[in-house]
């Protein structure tokens, strides 16, 4: 099949996602800290419109997947894409809140790495076993897992957004933020090690 409407989406979603990254890092208390007393009372803007564009972009992904699932608009471009652009928004999204100090408190360095890694591992698996003729298709724990990922990137941005000083722990966000973070990671490991232990025939065949 040619282009599609989730081709489209696809596309559409990597554009939010560059949108998004740009709104984190010209973000006016991320470039200039004088700017945390003025959001005592100011509008956050740029920190509400990043949390409505990666909104859209996550529940684009389901959108794009279930009009492919429902009306068999499958194509190469969207098998490679789909799964690619979601890495760069969940991943990338990762790094700027990671390394903005308003809400690196909330996503540890050790914990992008942890999960970048297994982006990695799972990407290089599915390569390698696809290229001997076996189907390698994500699973339920994977898609569990990007959905918790999600969850825990809108709710730092949801405090990032909502707080004046988001770095300052305290309030129902950081202990929602805290839970969701330590779920995601018990599902990127695990399912890491799923992907590992499925891909194990084809990895130690003689």
């Known amino acids: 099949m040619g282009w599609t409407l989730p081709n489209t989406i696809t596309v559409l979603r990597l554009v939010l996602a560059v949108a998004l990254f740009v709104l984190l890092a010209c973000e006016p208390r ?55 652009v ?10 700027f809140l990671c390394s903005n100090p308003l809400t690196a408190p909330f996503v540890p360095p050790w914990f992008v790495v942890v999960l970048i890694g297994r982006e990695f591992l799972v990407t290089g698996l599915r390569g390698f076993v ?21 969850v825990l990137i809108s709710l730092v941005l949801w405090r990032f957004a909502s707080e004046a000083r988001p770095h300052e722990a305290g309030g129902w966000s950081s202990a929602a933020i805290a839970v969701s973070l330590w779920l995601t990671l018990l599902l990127t490991v695990g399912s890491g090690m799923q ?4 891909a194990r025939q084809v990895l130690f065949a003689r």
């Open 86 to 95: 979601d890495k760069i928004l969940v991943c990338g999204a990762l790094v």
């Open 130 to 150: 696809e290229s001997k003729g076996v189907a390698f298709p994500a699973d339920r724990l994977g898609k569990l897992k990007m959905v918790l990922q999600c």
């Open 30 to 84: 991320a470039v200039d800290p004088a700017w945390l007393e003025e959001g005592e009372h100011g509008l956050r803007s740029a920190a509400f419109a990043a949390l409505l564009l990666f909104l859209v972009a996550a529940l684009s992904d389901a959108l794009d997947g279930w009009l492919a699932r429902r009306y068999g608009w499958t194509s190469a471009f969207g098998r490679v894409a789909d799964p690619f």
């Open 195 to 198: 992907y590992v232990y499925r």
